[in-house]
T-cell receptor
Framework: EDQVTQSPEALRLQEGESSSLNCSYT??????LFWYRQDPGKGPEFLFTLYSAGEEKEKERLKATLTKKESFLHITAPKPEDSATYLCAVQVSGGGADGLTFGKGTHLIIQP | ETGVTQSPTHLIKTRGQQVTLRCSSQSGHNTVSWYQQALGQGPQFIFQYYREEENGRGNFPPRFSGLQFPNYSSELNVNALELDDSALYLCASSTNRGLNEKLFFGSGTQLSVL
């Protein structure tokens, strides 16, 4: 069974304090790994897709990396507006359309 | 370009009742997926529709069913509601049938079953 585990469950940082969120996965065959951001009362918002080990993508203060077993979302010098729940999801390979398998998310709070 | 819109935003039902949730896809998107998100959990895949046909299904019973219309809008129907069906129901649209890259999510319908 495909599994996605995110850690920590919650993280509180001071503004400007850099850190990393972890997403470990166990799948039969990885088609893609996705990072989404979800604000309270809203649907997830797409951030990144990673396809193969060694791949990295950046957007503003966020950088996502991928290995064969896990992905990291690095947050550099975060601001209060980066506060949100960050969700990791995988899609597995193998015929037909399969939905994303999400982790439970990391609830990130950035204090001014 | 309009985003994904869902209605209603909130709904309260009684156990055993039936409910229909609606979703309008983002302009130009031909694929719609539905997810269930329980409190404190990540979204769980229910099913996906592509050009009006079910194109994949997660581990949900048959009382969860759906429709996609020619304009690519969609409905999620749940029969014989159970207390555990209380959750946020998310609709997401995309242009890729198989590879769910960059799903665009709506804000969801919060369903409470009493």
């Amino acid at each position: 069974e495909d599994q996605v585990t995110q850690s920590p469950e919650a993280l509180r940082l001071q503004e400007g304090e850099s850190s990393s969120l972890n997403c470990s996965y166990t799948v039969s065959g990885l088609r893609g790994l996705f990072w989404y951001r979800q604000d309270p009362g809203k649907g997830p918002e797409f951030l990144f897709t990673l396809y193969s080990a060694g791949e990295e993508k950046e957007k503003e203060r966020l950088k996502a990396t991928l290995t064969k077993k896990e992905s990291f979302l690095h947050i550099t010098a975060p601001k209060p507006e980066d506060s949100a729940t960050y969700l990791c999801a995988v899609q597995v390979s193998g015929g037909g359309a399969d939905g994303l398998t999400f982790g439970k998310g990391t609830h990130l709070i950035i204090q001014p | 370009e309009t985003g994904v819109t869902q209605s209603p935003t909130h709904l309260i039902k009684t156990r055993g009742q039936q409910v229909t949730l609606r979703c309008s896809s983002q302009s130009g998107h031909n694929t719609v997926s539905w997810y269930q998100q329980a409190l404190g959990q990540g979204p769980q895949f229910i099913f996906q529709y592509y050009r009006e046909e079910e194109n994949g299904r997660g581990n949900f019973p048959p009382r969860f069913s759906g429709l996609q219309f020619p304009n690519y809008s969609s409905e999620l129907n749940v029969n014989a509601l159970e207390l555990d069906d209380s959750a946020l129901y998310l609709c997401a649209s995309s242009t890729n049938r198989g590879l769910n890259e960059k799903l665009f999510f709506g804000s969801g319908t919060q369903l409470s079953v009493l």
